[in-house]
């Protein structure tokens, strides 16, 4: 292939202006500082991961071993039992879910589930297209499952199977759901046929390092959690990981004898890159490597925090949490630093933000402040 000029200018152009995005945004929560340039080599592979990673397929241009590897690393930090677990890479947290999902539908097809209103955006379609009833619990004010109302509202539905959706990391505030409050309601109220899916697309890379531990893994009571892989880990390309039961992905496995592999995902063809990256970012940082990451986060956090503080501005963040919440900002500021705001604002100390970012924005936010101020005094 060749590239004409006019393509030539218009992929340089688009280079900068990505370039730019990147170099300002605080907001959302993709890490930046990932170099993957080892790997180039593979974008001339038509590599795809279809089927089972778990078993051999006719389609050998794949990277499984790298996936099960992927798989068991988060697997251990989940604290799964070795000897049933089961996971794979997939496009992303929303995918992740709608695993967790669907083998809680499966398993338990006449259930009830619940989530509170602070769940991420794409849960409500995901559980759309399950077909599956639900019932939306409320928040506590720091973004956390409402306990009290989970358990009246599980009571009053005693009759039903419960999936239960908690968060481990939501979206605005970063809150943390904690599974075995949740696992110990439903043992209050004795429902057996329950099912815990924790969506921790957010924090689940770092929570096993969060000090003190909020519960969130296997051995706390979930029976499937997923996690984003190009949130705090850093990807190119959008990925995350789902980890469940080996026991409970059999129920829903069904061979496929065109790939030679049994049809345990959600989609055919799979990105047999990401889990390449993911697996190279791991080997690469390791267990410590990945909590010193996320002792640096929590530290641009607090400082993040105490900054903003000492200016004046109401900031505070949940326990162990490495995003920052402070009342709405103008839409200059909000425009300049990718800045996602709903009642409130937040900003993601994700592992390639500096204290001179923080430092930048934080001169920002004052003069801002400043200039309202004054135009406020000559309107008198
Ligand atoms: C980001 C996120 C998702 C969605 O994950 P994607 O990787 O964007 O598909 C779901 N839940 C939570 C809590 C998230 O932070």
Partial sequence: MKTSK??????????????????LFLGYPVSKDFDYSR?????????????????????????HEMEREVVDFFAEMFRANPKDYWGYVTNGGSESNLYGLYIAR?????????????????VKKTIHLLNIPSIVIRSQENGEIDYADLENTLQFNRHKPAIILTTFGTTMKE????????????????????YIHCDAALSGSYGAFIEPRIP????????????????????????GVIITRRSSKDRIAKGISYIG????????????HSPLFLWYALKNMGMEGLKKRYLKSLEIANY????????????????????VVFPKVSDKIKTKWQLATE?????????NVTKDQIDEFITDFVKERESVIETELLAI
């Fill in 6 to 23: 006019n393509q030539e200018s218009r992929i340089e152009n688009l280079l900068e202006k990505l370039k730019e995005a990147r170099d």
């Fill in 39 to 63: 790997l180039y080599e593979f974008f001339k592979y038509p590599i795809n991961n279809l089927g089972d990673p778990y078993e051999p397929s006719t389609y050998r241009v794949q990277t």
């Fill in 106 to 122: 499966e398993l338990f097809p006449k259930a009830m589930v619940y989530f509170s209103e602070s769940t991420h955006y794409s």
């Fill in 175 to 194: 809150a943390k759901d904690d599974v075995s409050k949740v696992k110990s309601i439903l043992k209050k109220l004795a429902i057996q046929d329950h």
């Fill in 216 to 239: 969130f893994d296997f051995q706390d009571g979930a029976d499937s959690i997923s996690i984003s892989g190009h949130k705090f880990i850093g990807s190119p390309i959008p990925t």
């Fill in 261 to 272: 592999s049994s049809d345990t995902t959600i989609t055919g063809s799979r990105n047999g």
């Fill in 304 to 323: 993040c925090k105490s900054e903003l503080i000492k200016n004046g501005v109401d900031a505070w963040s949940n326990e162990g949490a490495i995003t």
């Fill in 343 to 351: 009642e409130v604002t937040h900003v993601i100390c994700m592992p």
